[in-house]
């Protein structure tokens, strides 16, 4: 989450087809959580290197001797690079991955790979429900988890997933949506 | 002086073929993965110093790749 003066000190809009009088009031990606758990994974691909030099030390010492030993390194410096490689997806798909309440309507933006991209709105005059959702061990803990709004329009849920506070999301959605003028609620839910 | 790959057999060109086929595999998802950051980021100032670590990182370990498959002697 960041703060929405940003833009006042940039003095460009935050998200591609934000409109002038648009204010954003939050900004936010996955809980960090959600990160780590993917991170942690990472973590268990880079121990594979420590696990091949102790398995080559213990069980395996012809290949610590030449010629095998170049070989060895060469795979474990090719293994590295596509490791730093991996960590970098991780980060980008993770980062490029947000979502945006605006005092209008609600922005997607979902980087489901690194060659698909998708942005989804909502106007909130056009929201009938809002729904939050905490459910298992780790999202109860670190408090995370969904919030889904469901349009007057779409037959499928607007949903932001794994979010941190997912109830104080939803609040601020549904004041919002009661802070709309009456006659755009009423337009939103005629359309 | 730089220092030129030499196959010395047909062991050593198919090892030299499948790494830099590997390289040119890695360069491609690597450029993929920056443009992403780059073109869809919110902060360019974040999605080009995040790039220039990568790529000194990545420059380092390609360095020491071939290296070691310079080194490698049947």
Redesign the interface.
Known sequence: MYLPSLKKILGES??PGQQENEEVCLVIRQHWFVFFMRLTLWLLFAAILLATDWYIGRYAPVLAN??YA??V??IK??Y???L??GL??L??IY??N?QIVTNERLVD?D?HS??H?KISELYLSRMQDVTAEVKGLFPTFFNYGNVYIQSAAEVERFVFTNIPNPTAVAKLISDLYEKLPVDEKQKGRTE | MLNVYQPTNLLHTGIALV?YL?MAG?VV??F???Y??NR???SKLLATV?SLI?IV??AS??A??QT??N????
Not at chain 2, 71 to 74: A, D, L, Q, T
């Open positions: 935050q998200f030449s010629p170049e070989i390194s060469l410096s090719i590295l690079m596509f730093m490689l970098l997806m980060w980008t980062y490029l947000m933006i980087q690194l060659l991209h | 790494f590997l890695f998802y690597s993929l993965a920056l992403a950051l869809f980021g919110h995040i990568y990182i990545i370990l390609f020491a790749a070691n498959l080194s490698i002697k049947f």
